[in-house]
């Protein structure tokens, strides 16, 4: 599976936005989607995830916050993540990623950056 985020910039405290994850390939046999995030000399932590069956989870740091949703389009799976009431603590790079078939597979990042 090929991973493609794209989305990320600068916005201000209170903001929105959202990323995007194209995934494409082997799609069919994914069975959770996600994201994760590091903020500068931090190490990587969980976001939020969707499983195939449409249930989801979140970190309680951004729960209420953001939401995690799925579509497919022309054969390719898109995860978005929507973040709203944006403030400077998430500021970092998203990776998502992908879980099937007993391999997990990341995406490049894009940068989020929450800032006045």
């Known amino acids: 599976v090929q991973l493609q985020a794209s989305g990320g910039g600068l916005v201000q405290p209170g903001g929105s936005l959202r990323v995007s994850c194209a995934a494409s390939?082997?799609?069919?046999?994914?069975?959770?989607m996600g994201w994760y995030r590091q903020a500068p000399e931090k190490q990587r932590e969980f976001v939020a995830l969707i499983r195939k069956s449409g249930s989801t989870g979140y970190a309680d740091s951004v729960k209420g916050r953001f939401t995690i949703s799925t579509e497919v389009a022309e054969s390719t799976l898109y995860i978005n993540l929507q973040m709203d009431s944006l403030n400077p603590d998430d500021t970092g790079v998203y990776y998502c990623y992908v879980y099937g078939n007993g391999e997990r597979s990341w995406g490049q990042g894009t940068l989020v950056t929450v800032s006045s």
């Open positions: 390939g082997s799609i069919s046999s994914l069975e959770i």
